[in-house]
């Protein structure tokens, strides 16, 4: 498999979470599009997209689970949560519960936002080591107030790897007339998503990280009964008659002056990807790889997992590291002394080790990490 993709013989790559990693078909059908809309850039921009789109959209909705009509693209999970968080009408006195464990960009939008529109931020402290789904979501339950609006939570968080029980949270919000926004930046192609039986209200995600799409390829998920709030982050010709999509959210987020659609068009390519390599079978490689990686990591530091519960990773896992760990200093020897690329993420005054498992990586490159470990730590 690794030969499918571009990345140097001379590295060990165990960092697709960050920024994905294209595999080699997807990357000359990018190619091809591109030189698609070179052979008649006008009639491409105006109305072929249109067209193309619409297939690509068919194919992404059936394999997320909901109806083509519910999905915009968008560049990336950042504009997803920047757009949502400038559409929703809240204000003074209205408040939005997040985890510290929130990527750091979308984090970022609900904060300008609540400054902008006077609403307050509750943080809620994710637990340090865990074993079921109700000890992730009895913080949030317990945040719950009359002044709670929106919840807004990673499917898969992107410091720890875990995949949180959203079905269960939207269901249990619902209940309470709070509204759920999502962000799924690692949740296409990890898990399996059925975005109707979900229950989520707003839903971002990537397809440039797990699905193996060409980079500055997302959607944004809005349940019918909210697309009306949603504002376009740019204003162009989304409204107009002559809009290119019958859902108005749709055509305003889709709609931005002169863009490249050939990155979205390969969303197509990365499915046909996905199906043509068994992915069923890459996931199932991809939790024994985790269970071995984990098992390593426990011989090597006594301070234990954030969870024995492998159910709750997908295709990354993280690993608390020892308290005093320099960070820039293990990520420099890994990556400059020992040519391995893997991120030490911090959190809350925490550092992990996450490693990603895609389908190129092998035992080999996790011997080689825990090696490194050692040597590093002298253990
Ligand atoms: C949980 C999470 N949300 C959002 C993002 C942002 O994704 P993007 O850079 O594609 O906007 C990331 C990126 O890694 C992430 O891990």
């Excluded at 975005?195 to 440039?208: I, K, R």
């Excluded at 760990?325 to 959190?347: A, C, G, H, S």
């Amino acid at each position: 498999m690794r030969e499918q993709f571009l990345l140097a013989d001379d590295i060990i790559f165990l960092n697709h979470g960050s920024f994905g990693a294209i595999p080699r078909p997807v990357m000359k059908a990018l190619q091809q599009w591109q030189e698609e809309v070179e052979k008649d850039p006008v009639y491409f921009n105006i109305w072929r997209w249109v067209e193309e789109l619409e297939k690509v959209r068919q194919r992404l909705a059936s394999f997320v689970g909901t109806e083509p009509s519910n999905l915009a693209f968008i560049e990336n999970s950042t504009f997803g949560a920047n757009t949502v968080a400038n559409s929703l009408p809240l204000g003074e006195g209205d408040q939005v519960i997040i985890t510290d464990w929130e990527y750091g960009a979308c984090l970022k939008a609900w904060q300008y936002y609540s400054e902008q529109k006077g609403y307050d931020i509750h943080t809620v402290q994710m637990p340090s080591v865990f074993e079921t789904e109700e000890e992730l979501l009895a913080p949030l339950f317990e945040a719950i107030s009359e002044r709670t609006k929106v919840i807004f939570i990673s499917h898969i968080f992107s410091p720890t790897g875990v995949i949180f029980p959203v079905k269960k949270l939207a269901s249990f919000a619902r209940q309470q007339g709070i509204l759920t926004v999502i962000d799924g930046a690692h949740a296409p192609g990890q898990i399996d998503l059925n975005l109707e039986e979900l229950g989520a209200d707003f839903y971002f995600g990537n397809c440039h990280k797990w699905m193996l799409s060409a980079r500055g390829a997302a959607f944004l998920y809005v349940r019918k009964e909210h697309q009306h709030l949603i504002k376009p982050p740019v204003i162009s010709w989304g409204t107009d008659w002559e809009s290119p999509h019958p859902v108005r959210f749709v055509a305003e987020l889709e709609m931005q002056g002169t863009r490249d659609y050939t990155t979205f068009l390969t969303v197509g390519n990365a499915l046909d990807f996905l199906q043509a390599n068994d992915w069923q079978a890459v996931l199932l490689k991809a939790k024994k790889l985790i269970s071995f990686f984990s098992q390593g990591l426990m011989d090597i530091f006594a301070s234990g997992p954030l969870t024995h519960n492998l159910d709750f990773f997908g295709q990354m896992y993280a690993y608390p590291l020892p308290e005093d760990t320099d960070t820039e200093d293990l990520y420099r020897f890994l990556y400059q002394k020992n040519k391995i690329q893997v991120p030490i993420t911090k959190v809350v005054g925490r550092s992990f080790v996450r490693a990603s498992f895609q389908s190129y990586n092998e035992q080999k490159d996790y011997e080689a990490l825990l090696m490194a470990l050692r040597k590093y730590y002298g253990l």
